[in-house]
């Protein structure tokens, strides 16, 4: 048997008859017809392939015989192409790319993309691959062009990443003609927030906060009235970056808390998060504690308690908590939050004892409570659950509020499972007993009965 190697077998074939085995196979083979393509064109017949295949995009529809994956491999072809185009034609390269993010809305919506493999390409890859291009072009007038083509692609989310990470490239004129090319186009209102924000204003947030200018970002943002909290959000980031504490301060401060949820929006996160990395910077820590203590006794969240772990002392952490607990019993009308809080944090005895005792007033938060039962039964505190469902079951059936008499039997169920023999009822009615006086006074609304028995 001959030892020769394939390579030397190959050259052994004559040229012709090889240059004819590369065709066929090349033909069937996508990923050698590409391979081929890169070693023997030159960076206009590349061109040439990646605008056939751009034209190709823009034709495809939903009945286009094309499977995603192979969708997917044909899109990262022509990146790999438009980026050895790029190596010595840089502005052609960015010309093609931006034709090519031109029909994201073609691909985006005509093709499953569970795996987000093709969102990837055009969110990720294509900002990645114009970031590496546009410090090389030489001609700001075509790098402007191609870049209008592209922003006026359909699908705002795409238009927004790739202003977002590819504007800290651009130079202060190619930046002004964007603007100035955005807030020219016709009004075009946002999906969310409809008529008050234009979906143009967006690319422009974007481009402004890429580059940093909070002074143009306020400008926009607040065109249409108030600054939206996620607006207010990047803006104090960017004051941070500036190491402009202060002003970044003072536009978080305008971000009010909600009080009585069990857990803060995100925006509320958001704000906290940067309140500390200001403290961390500004070296402040005192004042980020004073404000998440305030914070933390208006409403008390496990986010908001790591973030004072993390920078303050525990014996401060302790005091803080000591200080809610004081609080909740001495409300007139305690926080539902703040108990269910309190029993997740050691506090479960005393929490009992609130509701043992406590005799609630009007400004009761009935939807609240249900969450307040469910963590005294994982605390093993049966006693105070079964007070809390019987509130809530003779407010539903006092004040027949008939769509609630479901909640009403559901709770009366589980106050079924809770009252075993060995219960202490601490001179309360025993479940019996309650049941006889909830029959004696509501024994006329048959569709409560009917669901809780």
Request: overall charge negative; aromatic content about 8%; hydrophobic content about 40%.
């Amino acid at each position: 048997m001959s030892k020769k190697s394939l390579r030397e077998k190959l050259q052994a074939v004559p040229p012709d008859i090889l240059a004819e085995l590369i065709e066929r196979y090349a033909k069937k083979n996508p990923a050698l017809k590409q391979e081929m393509l890169r070693l023997l064109s030159d960076e206009a017949d590349m061109a040439s392939e990646v605008k056939k295949q751009i034209k190709r995009l823009s034709a495809l529809t939903r009945n286009t015989r094309l499977q995603s994956k192979d969708l997917h491999t044909a899109l990262e072809n022509m990146l790999t192409l438009i980026t050895d185009i790029g190596i010595r034609k840089p502005d052609d390269a960015m010309m093609l790319l931006c034709s090519m993010l031109a029909n994201t809305s073609v691909v985006l919506t005509i093709f499953e993309d569970s795996s987000f493999r093709l969102r990837s390409i055009y969110e990720q890859q294509i900002p990645e691959c114009a970031a590496t291009l546009i410090p090389r072009c030489t001609s700001e007038d075509q790098l402007l062009a191609s870049l209008q083509s592209a922003l006026l692609e359909e699908l705002r989310r795409t238009r927004y990443h790739f202003l977002f990470q590819v504007g800290q490239y651009l130079s202060d004129r190619v930046v002004a003609a964007i603007l100035a090319f955005l807030a020219a186009l016709p009004e075009k209102p946002h999906p969310i927030y409809g008529s008050r924000l234009s979906d143009h204003d967006e690319m422009q947030k974007a481009l402004l906060l890429s580059i940093g200018d909070t002074a143009g970002f306020e400008r926009v943002a607040g065109r249409h009235g108030p600054i939206e909290p996620r607006d207010v959000l990047a803006l104090a980031q960017m004051f941070i970056d500036h190491e402009e504490f202060e002003k970044a301060e003072q536009w978080l401060d305008t971000i009010p808390d909600a009080t009585g949820y069990v857990h803060p929006s995100s925006n509320e996160s958001i704000r906290d998060l940067l309140y500390m990395r200001i403290a961390e910077r500004s070296g402040n820590v005192e004042k980020a504690i004073s404000r998440l203590h305030t914070r933390f006794l208006s409403a008390p969240s496990r986010e908001v308690l790591e973030s004072l772990q993390t920078i303050a002392p525990q014996q401060t952490v302790d005091g803080i908590l000591e200080e809610l607990l004081a609080q909740t019993q001495m409300s007139a009308s305690p926080s539902a939050n703040a108990v269910r809080f309190l029993i997740q944090h050691g506090f479960a005895e005393q929490m009992e004892e609130l509701v043992m005792q406590h005799h609630f007033d009007e400004d009761f938060r009935f939807d609240d409570w249900p969450l307040v039962a469910v963590a005294f039964i994982h605390s093993g505190m049966r006693l105070a659950a079964s007070v809390i469902y019987r509130i809530l079951i003779d407010d539903i059936l006092t004040n027949a509020r008939t769509t609630a008499y479901h909640y009403a039997a559901s709770y009366f169920r589980t106050l079924s499972r809770l009252s075993t023999p060995d219960l202490d009822w601490r001179g309360i009615d025993d479940h019996n007993a309650y049941t006889a006086r909830l029959w004696n006074t509501h024994r006329l609304k048959t569709s409560f009965w009917a669901s809780a028995r």
